[in-house]
């Protein structure tokens, strides 16, 4: 069966940078891209970006471009999230997800990654 | 505030009907295919209905989708106590940023 698995929860200082992975198993890797959404405490779902498993090209939320980097390693199906210059307001859990070539359609998820930012 | 507006909350005793609405600001974006998402306390999203009215594998057909102009519902029938959660609506513009937008959110709350 398909599983999404996430790295472990971490606490960041505000303006230093976390890495979360993303260890696909179940499905052939390259078939479909790598969402990340997150939810800050007691908040909704944002739409991070996009990143595709097969080419590595990427679609980023403007509002995060230049802060955030996604990537993926074919050899190990994993994906990554690299966020920088960390702030307080990016304390929230971070998923990833997968499933479909549609962007909005999500059929399966990783169990998510809290990540604090506190000095 | 989000361009797919959802009420925040709705309420009802088991065994009764509850319709959640997804209404997009956008003309844009109404056009494009509406997924929604099931959220349970402490855990991670789960697809609902994706295409506006699909469900996934082992979806009850409790839950249905429907999508008429700019506006998306989805519907519970015979509300169960298992179904309280957050419910989102989610679609894809690629004219905005984010390309997909999720909406504020709906707590489903059963009396």
């Known amino acids: 069966q398909v599983q999404l698995v996430q790295s472990g929860a971490e606490v960041k200082k505000p303006g230093a940078s976390v890495k979360v992975s993303c260890k696909a198993s179940?499905?052939?890797?390259?078939?479909?891209?790598i969402t990340w959404v997150r939810q800050a405490p007691g908040q909704g779902l944002e739409w991070m970006g996009w990143v595709s498993a097969h080419s590595g090209s990427t679609q980023y939320a403007q509002h995060l471009q230049g802060r955030v980097t996604l990537t993926t390693d074919k050899s190990t199906t994993t994906a990554h999230m690299d966020l920088r210059s960390l702030r307080s307001d990016d304390t929230a859990v971070y998923y990833c997800a997968t499933g479909s070539v549609a962007l909005q359609t999500l059929h399966f998820w990783g169990q998510g990654t809290l990540i604090t930012v506190s000095a | 505030q989000s361009v797919l507006t959802q009420p925040p909350s709705v309420s009802a005793a088991p065994g009764q009907n509850v319709t959640i609405s997804c209404s997009a600001r956008?003309?844009?974006?109404?056009?494009?295919?509406v997924s929604w998402y099931q959220q349970l306390p402490g855990t991670a999203p789960k697809l609902l209905i994706y295409d506006n009215n699909e469900r996934p594998s082992g979806i009850p057909d409790r839950f249905s989708g429907s999508k008429s102009g700019t506006s998306a519902t989805l519907a519970i029938t015979g509300l169960q106590t298992g179904d309280e959660a957050d419910y989102y609506c989610?679609?894809?513009?690629?004219?905005?940023?984010?390309?997909?937008?999720f909406g504020g959110g709906t707590k489903v709350t059963v009396l």
């Open positions: 989610a679609t894809w513009d690629s004219s905005l940023s984010p390309d997909v937008i």
């Open positions: 956008s003309s844009k974006s109404a056009y494009n295919f």
């Open positions: 179940g499905y052939s890797f390259t078939t479909f891209g």
